[in-house]
């Protein structure tokens, strides 16, 4: 079990550009989140997939943010135009599927500055 | 969705027990209470989670007042590595999977 892996583990960049980060799940769990962290706040959910798909995405997800899970296995969540408002941990958890009670698993997350 | 109420922060000393309080007046009959930690440059970890009996694992117990409005995280014996944020969850069982965080609880232990 190598955990879920994120990369990368921090990013700086200027206001304007486009970013991409990864996720890798572990291996044969179904659905993969995504979650954002401030400083001192808890995380706020973006988005889920159940494999491929999309399920739900919160109304904090605007529409520079996009995520893509392809093959029902790694996901990237994409920002384009950063601006310094998204600075902030970005995490990624995974859960199989087997019930509705199944813990999430977290990365270490992907720590974004944006100057 | 139902809300939780913690306490901003607390402090233990190590190798005493500590009792982390969650409050949710507004719990509905399908709500399962989940806990979460999150180490200092970490992501959140599973800790333990129940619905209406006691429940124990190595991690930790969770005791669930009988009206369910609130619950208890139970560290047996802290030590310096226990020191985090710890949340108290509300799910809803048909919820996805999706967990909502609130703020949380800060754990300190003083050696």
């Known amino acids: 079990d190598t955990g879920v892996s994120q990369d990368p583990r921090h990013k700086i960049t200027k206001r304007g550009q486009n970013v991409t980060f990864r996720c890798d799940p572990i291996?044969?769990?179904?659905?993969l989140y995504w979650y954002r962290q401030t400083l001192g706040q808890g995380p706020e959910f973006l988005t889920y997939f159940q494999n491929e798909a999309q399920l739900e995405k919160s109304r904090l997800l605007s529409d520079r943010f996009s995520a893509e899970r392809p093959k029902g296995s790694f996901s990237t969540l994409e920002i384009q135009r950063t601006e310094q408002g998204d600075s902030a941990m970005y995490l990624c958890?995974?859960?199989?599927?087997?019930?509705?009670?199944?813990?999430?698993?977290f990365g270490s997350g992907t720590q974004l500055s944006v100057l | 969705d139902a809300k939780t109420t913690q306490p901003n922060s607390m402090e233990s000393n190590e190798e005493e027990p500590v009792h982390l309080p969650c409050n949710h007046s507004t719990i509905s009959g399908t709500d399962y209470i989940h806990w979460y930690r999150q180490l200092p440059s970490q992501g959140p970890e599973y800790v333990i989670h129940?619905?209406?009996s006691n429940v124990n694992n190595r991690m930790a117990s969770l005791a669930i007042a009988e009206d369910r409005k609130s619950s208890t995280l139970i560290l047996h014996r802290a030590t310096l590595r226990d020191a985090a944020v710890y949340y108290c969850?509300?799910?809803?069982?048909?919820?996805?999977?999706?967990?909502?965080f609130g703020g949380g609880t800060r754990l300190m232990v003083k050696p």
């Open positions: 291996s044969e769990h179904n659905r």
């Open positions: 129940g619905l209406t």
């Open positions: 969850i509300l799910r809803l069982n048909n919820a996805g999977n999706m967990l909502t």
């Open positions: 958890a995974s859960s199989p599927v087997w019930t509705t009670n199944e813990k999430l698993f």
